[in-house]
């Protein structure tokens, strides 16, 4: 039977900490959180930020902005919130309505406040290993196997999923690692093939029921990142929970695993930006 990685645990153990050093800053770090729309999930994801934030002694300005806000406008409040000294982190909340341009948006962003780690200067200065701010889920989750000790020099890593937020920056984490790594994705053929071969398995699919007890190998390490509802609307991930524990070495459960700790590590972002900014 596998041992649940208690994601909330560590990441209140992270906040705490991030806490801690944020009091000791000479001003409080800020973090501005730009909200378009009213999508329901984003609203939840939103408020749980400013909640975090709070707790670890950051300042939250909160922007709504109405659906069919122009990409003008948007980009002219990001052009605002890059040059407010109080605020150290820009964050806009994805996806963005149809009509607006989600990568032009996060090109506006001030790199040295884009704490989500999505401008692709920060994602290039991750992929060559030399990381101003980490993206928070692949860095919630690296988080975890070392806090649990899990190896992953040499360990056979399989990625589902090939998303900029997640996929594709956990691979280059794993990578870093010593991990060998493979991303499967929707066109992959017979994904179950590379599944099986996993040590460390990670999925970001955002498909309930994906990943069944078959597909993974006793003993595996099974993260899931996903954040799906079923059919009762209860929160759930993408791996069939109940049959893959029994077999697997360590598994995330959903929620309370990968979830907190992707706010955690946001946090822990806002800190390193504010930092940055008082230096
Ligand atoms: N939408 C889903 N996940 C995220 C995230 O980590 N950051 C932002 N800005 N939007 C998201």
Do not use: W
């Not at 400013?50 to 990001?78: N, P, V």
């Not at 996806?95 to 290039?124: M, R, S, T, W």
């Not at 690296?142 to 900029?164: Q, T």
């Not at 996993?198 to 006793?218: F, N, P, Q």
């Amino acid at each position: 039977m596998a041992v649940r990685i208690d994601g909330k645990a560590l990441a209140a153990k992270i906040k705490g900490q991030t806490a801690a050093e944020a009091a000791r800053l000479p001003r409080r770090p800020g973090l501005a959180v730009v909200l378009v729309g009213e999508d329901p999930a984003s609203q939840v994801y939103v408020a749980g930020k400013e909640r975090d934030c709070a707790e670890c002694g950051i300042e939250s300005f909160g922007r709504r902005l109405g659906a069919e806000t122009s990409q003008e406008a948007l980009l002219e409040l990001i052009r605002r919130l890059n040059e407010d000294p109080r605020v150290d982190g820009v964050l806009v909340q994805l996806p963005l309505p149809g009509h607006l341009d989600e990568q032009a948006v996060i090109n506006a962003i001030a790199p040295d406040k884009d704490v989500d780690c999505f401008h692709p200067f920060n994602v290039g200065r991750m992929a060559v290993g030399d990381p101003v701010f980490l993206p928070c889920t692949p860095a919630g989750v690296m988080a975890m196997l070392d806090e649990y000790e899990i190896p992953i020099r040499g360990k056979r890593c399989v990625v589902l999923g090939r998303s900029n937020i997640v996929g594709k920056p956990m691979a280059a984490l794993l990578t870093q690692r010593d991990g060998t790594v493979t991303i499967c994705h929707s066109q992959t053929e017979d994904m179950a093939r590379h599944t099986r071969e996993a040590d460390i398995l990670v999925s970001a699919v955002g498909r309930t029921g994906l990943v069944t007890a078959d597909m993974v190998k006793e003993g595996a390490v099974v993260i899931d990142v996903a954040m799906n509802r079923d059919e009762n609307g209860r929160l759930c991930g993408d791996v069939d929970f109940a049959a893959v524990e029994p077999k697997a070495s360590y598994i995330t459960p959903v929620p309370g695993g990968v979830g907190p700790m992707t706010r955690a590590c946001l946090m822990r972002n806002i800190l390193a930006a504010a930092r940055l900014h008082q230096a």
